[in-house]
């Protein structure tokens, strides 16, 4: 089946920094999600990308749709203590089918 | 209302009892979904109900699973005879045209078997 990876599995970065995050498939995926989950929450969705090198940002995030439509990517500019927390990426491959998911990313930001 | 909303928030449960796991999507949202989380993975689809069409249940692990949704609105996810590798966090998602885009996603019902 689909499956998509997500690496490493943990990541530890200082405040302001930035930091991008990949998520990898060997299947072609039409859609590309990001999510961000904290503890004791569902998964909040962060960006959408439906297009091949799309790039799309939501404040100081930014995600791009690969252009071989078997990864995308997930920037976060000027890191603050509040984007501690799980990041998945999640794709669909066909209409009606379903998303798979990464098994996350889990974001520390030192202040 | 405002985004999708789950009950209870935790469950402790017996090994071999039935639970029902509640799902209130947002309104006017067709499609429903559930997923099962547990600790450091993914997401597992589990089901999914789009309007009055035959749920995809091809995410279902066992027999022991099964789900309603009622009335096109409210969902009910039933696990009997739990086991306790059924413990895990149990996530609720609406989206609002048929197909898997832009899911909205509920807090989770973390549910413990003993």
């Known amino acids: 089946g689909q499956q998509l990876n997500q690496s490493p599995q943990s990541m530890f970065i200082q405040e302001g920094e930035d930091v991008s995050m990949n998520c990898t498939s060997s299947?072609?995926?039409?859609?590309w999600l990001w999510y961000k989950q904290e503890p004791g929450e569902g998964p909040v969705l962060l960006i959408a990308?439906?297009?091949?090198?799309e790039l799309t940002s939501n404040g100081r995030l930014t995600a791009q749709f690969g252009i071989t439509r078997k990864d995308s990517f997930l920037n976060i500019s000027a890191s603050i203590p509040s984007d501690v927390g799980i990041y998945f990426c999640a794709g669909e491959y066909g209409a009606n089918s379903k998303l798979t998911f990464g098994k996350g990313i889990t974001l520390s930001v030192r202040p | 209302g405002a985004g999708v909303s789950q009950s209870p928030s935790n469950k402790v449960t017996e090994k071999g009892k039935d639970v029902e796991l509640r799902c209130d999507p947002i309104s006017g949202h067709t499609a429903l979904y559930w997923y099962r989380q547990s600790l450091g993975q993914g997401l597992e689809f589990l089901i999914y109900f789009q309007g009055n069409s035959a749920p995809d249940k091809s995410g279902l692990p066992s027999d022991r699973f099964s789900a309603e949704r009622t009335g096109g609105s409210v969902s009910t996810l039933t696990i009997q005879r739990t086991q306790q590798e059924d413990s895990a966090v149990y996530l609720c998602a609406s989206s609002q045209t048929a197909g898997f885009r832009e899911q909205y996603f509920g807090p989770g019902t973390r549910l413990t078997v003993t």
């Open positions: 299947s072609i995926f039409n859609t």
């Open positions: 990308l439906y297009k091949a090198g």
